[in-house]
């Protein structure tokens, strides 16, 4: 079969472990759930998108008296500045978004190439690198992330960056250990005995077989990248406000919470949850769809 | 024809391939020598252009390591391999890559040798761009023709399908044709036909001794099957342990083996006739670990001829009324 | 006298993501005791579904119906409970892998008290040791050897632990699915020479499933062609070796390189094995026959008795062909 070779994520990332709780949840369904993340993650990319145009207001002005409750004119009622929660709301997917894709596209471009050559060259060069990239794995991610980012300081790119760095083991390792199975296969040998150049075999014979799985590393990625960016704002370290950002938002909530202002807190988790859940919805039924070994008998 | 029948296509000289064991660094620092497996130990043959020899053993005879080593999948420890009179041991790693287009590999595993992601006729044409072979268009047209050769028809269909789409047999012209797309002198075929259903085992049996008279190729045919060999080969070298034991005609083999190794093997294959009963020598043991060879002869601990001489002397390949045999029994000294 | 085994309609089909395969349908045989027959055929013909349903191993995404009568009782009706009793005690069954059949963390005496423990909880430790080393001499290997571990056995060793394991408790069937399959000859012989061996001492009967006519030959005094899920052929072995009725049972038989006989033409069945999710129409092996009639597309053959033989093939009986004299000659 094309990719039997068993494939741990990691239980380092969060969205691996809800995204297995929910394949358990769904049994054979997993069309269902891969369809169920991709309206979730339609949905907030649309909102990204298309935020000008369907924010009620601007979500960096106030629009109305402070710390209204949900009510009509203000659905998810507004902030203790009178800045409206649903614009925020829908202005914060950008951010969120936005880093999530640029960390997690720059743990890739690292960590995949990273892995592929190393995992082929195998021997020494492997066995540094592999301990250089356990090191860094087997840190905290969120600590890991908190410590760069107050290293580098505010900014998209810099966000992006730390947390990337947390994430470059994690491609890395997936990566590797499927580039040293498969570089033993006897269609590498083959490639070889052709004559095909190290480059032609990791670019054509290798390559694609670890794709696949690099599309479900991909997507988990995406989720927990989220997760931290979040985190990352929540303590004070990422985009400085009044950009709208999630994370930011469940911070400045939090304090009003105590008085039973509720809706500062509730909206920007709940578009957390969804975000989250929609990426790892897709990535685990992916993982089912590309791994089609399960109940299948030869 | 009948002179070029004679020429020598590829020799083998002295050939030894010892894999190094793992051992824990600390009992390395107290061994003055590590343990070797010795897979090929001091092995010599010719074949010649045109030729089928078939290399026949038990799994542990080391004649699979052999196939990869003449065609440097696998470094060999020591020894030549003269290919065209040029010692393909020698050739630098770029020279290597160029020269792979005159010995091929067919694989014994047709599922598990293909790229599942490249489409068959990709897979087919990729020898030919790696090789900078022909255009585009006209190494698709030596594909497709291909495909006509090897009965994968229609061609032009096959070529845009993946492996899967295959079946074992289908997926092993696959490889067969990859195998001769660059016009090669010389094919490894290493249990080629071994993991193929009865009825189609002799179809890609047919085909490879088709496509050899078509286009002049010349085998090693590596199997462990004597009853595939008998109608393919035509000269078979016996393998245990890492030596050959025997090399004879496919003809004067099966009318009389010599080595008492080579009848132990042929006696034991099944025969699909319910009438026969055979008297059968059925030898003690299995094959020894290739780390601690016996001393001798390799097969005395098994041999129900062995005298005190195999035990402490190893026989020579010498000749034995026109065929080589390593054997006391056999030898005039 | 009842047959110790009878297999009436066995139909099972595998339920996929991809579509139902039919692995096995509409099959009948029967084994008598003391009998040992060969199930044979290749990848995908339903011979190993057909043990594995014996002793109710199958996967759960199988449905079978028909029935499997075992000294009288239906195996596919009576509890898991009841069947677990029966494995083991009354049908053993060995597989092709000796390498991972057994536990390489247990010491092969492990293996048999475990055996033991399940049957007879009440077994004492001086008991369990004499029959697991009776039936370890039975297949050749030393009683000492019961401490070791499984890696420090040969893999023809492991197989031949695997015999033991199933013989130990002296069941009436031994089913036994390609058991040297993964072997080389020499050790292959060395296995068929303690099966042999067992048939002639122990009150067993046996069913071989292989794909090898050779082995075949050499072990089993009946044997039960299959293909693509139908049974093509059934009968002894020697009227089916010197005349096989059915087509595909000539073609294979011819098929096979043998290191015996003198010519070295080799002939070959055309074609492939059908896709089991969409088997051809009517009889499965008429894409690859080479005496394909129009029936045969339309329509599957009722099998028919010839000879004392059972086939499946529309050369034989049916109304269009009712002369046994006639079709006989249509295929030799």
Same mark, same amino acid.
């Given at each position: ?32 759930? +891969? ?42 009622? +507004? ?34 190439? +990273? ?65 040293? +199975? ?20 990791? %670019? ?42 999630? %994370? ?51 | ?48 252009? =045109? ?8 799994? =542990? ?13 696998? &470094? ?57 072979? =022909? ?33 074992? =047999? ?85 009318? &009389? ?77 | 006298?009842?047959?110790? @085994? ?17 692995? !096995? ?60 009793? !029966? ?97 080389? !000859? ?8 303690? @099966? ?62 043998? !290191?015996? @006989? ?71």
């Amino acid at each position: 079969m094309a990719n039997t070779t068993n494939t741990n994520y990691g239980n380092q990332m969060l969205s691996s472990r809800i995204g297995r709780g929910f394949r358990q949840l769904m049994g054979d369904s997993s069309g269902v759930m +891969t369809f169920i993340g991709l309206i979730l993650l339609s949905l907030f990319v649309l909102m990204a998108i298309f935020a000008p145009y369907i924010s009620p207001y601007s979500p960096v002005e106030p629009s109305g008296a402070p710390l209204l409750s949900p009510q009509w004119g203000h659905i998810m009622g +507004t902030t203790n500045l009178g800045y409206d929660v649903f614009s925020r709301f829908i202005w914060g997917s950008r951010m969120a978004l936005l880093i999530a894709v640029i960390a997690t596209s720059i743990a890739a471009f690292i960590g995949i190439p +990273t892995g592929l050559l190393v995992g082929y060259a195998g021997g020494v060069t492997d066995r540094i690198v592999t301990m250089i990239m356990d090191s860094v794995y087997t840190f905290p991610g969120l600590i890991l992330a908190i410590a760069i980012a107050a290293m580098l300081g505010p900014g998209v790119l810099n966000i992006s960056l730390s947390i990337a760095v947390v994430y470059i083991p994690t491609y890395y390792r997936v990566i590797r250990s499927q580039v040293s +199975t498969i570089k033993s296969e006897l269609y590498v040998e083959g490639a070889r005995s052709i004559g095909a150049k190290n480059m032609t075999i990791i %670019g054509k014979y290798i390559l694609p077989n670890v794709l696949p799985s690099t599309i479900v590393v991909l997507s988990m990625n995406i989720a927990d990248a989220v997760m931290t960016e979040a985190g990352l704002s929540f303590l004070g370290l990422g985009i400085p406000p009044p950009v709208p950002d999630w %994370g930011y938002d469940l911070a400045k909530g939090q304090q009003f919470l105590l008085q039973n202002d509720w809706w500062m807190v509730v909206f920007p988790g709940i578009a957390i949850i969804l975000l989250v859940l929609g990426f790892s919805m897709f990535a685990e039924g992916m993982d089912e769809y590309l791994n089609p070994n399960i109940g299948e008998k030869r | 024809m009948q002179v070029s029948t004679k020429q020598v296509l590829l020799s083998v000289e002295n050939l030894k391939k010892y894999f190094p064991l793992k051992i824990p660094w600390t009992q390395a620092l107290l061994k003055r020598e590590r343990p070797t497996v010795k897979a090929i130990d001091d092995i010599s043959f010719n074949i010649k252009k =045109g030729e089928t020899l078939g290399l026949v053993g038990e799994s =542990g005879s080391g004649k699979t390591t052999t196939g990869r080593v003449i065609i440097r999948l696998i &470094e060999p420890t020591s020894g030549r391999i003269l290919f065209d009179k040029k010692d393909i041991s020698k050739l630098s790693k770029e020279n290597l890559r160029r020269a792979r287009k005159d010995f091929q590999m067919i694989f014994q595993d047709p599922m598990a040798s293909l790229n599942p992601y490249m489409r068959i006729g990709k897979t087919v044409s990729h020898p030919l761009e790696i090789h900078k072979i =022909g255009t585009p268009a006209e190494r698709k047209e030596k594909v497709l023709s291909l495909f006509e050769k090897v009965n994968l028809i229609p061609a032009k269909e096959f070529f845009n399908r993946f492996p899967r789409q295959l079946s074992g =047999g289908q997926r092993q012209r696959v490889v067969i044709a990859r195998a001769v797309v660059t016009n090669p002198k010389f094919i490894v075929a290493d249990e080629a036909t071994a993991m193929l259903d009865v009825s189609v085992r002799s179809q890609i049996l047919k085909l490879m001794i088709d496509i050899k008279e078509d286009l002049g190729l010349t085998y090693l045919f590596i199997t462990h099957d004597l009853a595939s060999a008998k109608y393919i080969c035509d000269r078979i070298a016996v393998m245990y342990l890492g030596k050959i034991v025997e090399i004879a005609k496919t003809s004067d083999l099966f009318k &009389e083996p010599l080595h008492p190794y080579t009848r132990i093997l042929m006696g034991a294959v099944p025969i699909p006739d319910p009438k026969l009963k055979r008297s059968k020598i059925i030898p003690k043991g299995e094959i020894p670990s290739p780390i601690n060879v016996p001393s001798g002869c390799r097969f005395h601990t098994r041999c129900p001829y062995a005298t005190k001489i195999c035990s402490e002397e190893e026989p020579e390949l010498v000749e034995h009324q026109g065929r080589l045999v390593a054997c006391h029994l056999f030898d005039k000294k | 006298m009842m047959a110790l @085994l009878e297999i009436k309609n066995l139909s099972i089909d595998y339920l996929t993501r991809n579509g139902t395969v039919k692995a !096995v349908d509409d099959i009948s045989f029967s084994v008598e005791a003391r009998d040992s027959i060969g199930l044979v055929g290749e990848s995908g013909c339903g011979k190993s579904t057909t043990g594995t349903a014996i002793l109710g191993l199958l996967p759960p995404n199988a449905r079978v119906s028909g029935s499997i009568l075992f000294k009288g009782r239906d195996l596919l009706k009576i509890s898991n409970e009841e069947l677990r009793k !029966v494995r083991g005690k009354d049908i053993s069954m060995i597989f092709q892998d000796p390498m991972t059949s057994l536990d390489p963390i247990m010491r092969i005496r492990d293996h048999f008290f475990e055996l033991l423990r399940a049957h007879y909880p009440k077994m004492d430790e001086n008991e369990m040791k004499k029959i697991s080393s009776e039936a370890l001499k039975s297949v050749g290997i030393e009683p000492s050897r019961l401490n070791n571990y499984p890696f420090e056995f040969s893999g023809g060793m492991r197989q031949r632990t695997m015999i033991a394991l199933a013989i130990a408790l002296q069941p009436s069937m031994l089913i036994a699915d390609e058991p040297t399959t993964s072997l080389d !000859v020499v050790i292959q012989e060395q296995i068929l020479e303690v @099966l042999r061996d067992l048939k002639k001492t122990k009150n067993m009967s046996m069913v071989l499933i292989t794909h090898d006519l050779g082995v075949v030959a050499e072990l089993v005094n009946k044997v039960v062609v299959m293909y693509a899920g139908h049974l093509a052929e059934s009968g002894d072995v020697y009227s089916i070796y010197e005349k096989p009725l059915h087509p595909y049972t000539k073609a294979l038989l011819e098929s096979i390189p043998n !290191v015996k @006989l003198e010519d070295r033409e080799l002939r070959y069945i055309p074609g492939s094995l059908p896709d089991l999710k969409n088997p051809p129409k009517g009889c499965r092996y008429w894409p690859r026959c080479p005496y394909v009639k129009d029936i045969c597309k339309r329509e599957t053959p009722p099998t028919v008795e010839v000879d004392g033989r059972k086939v499946k093939c529309w050369l034989y009986g049916g109304e269009i062909n009712a002369g046994i004299d006639k079709t006989s000659s249509a295929v030799s």
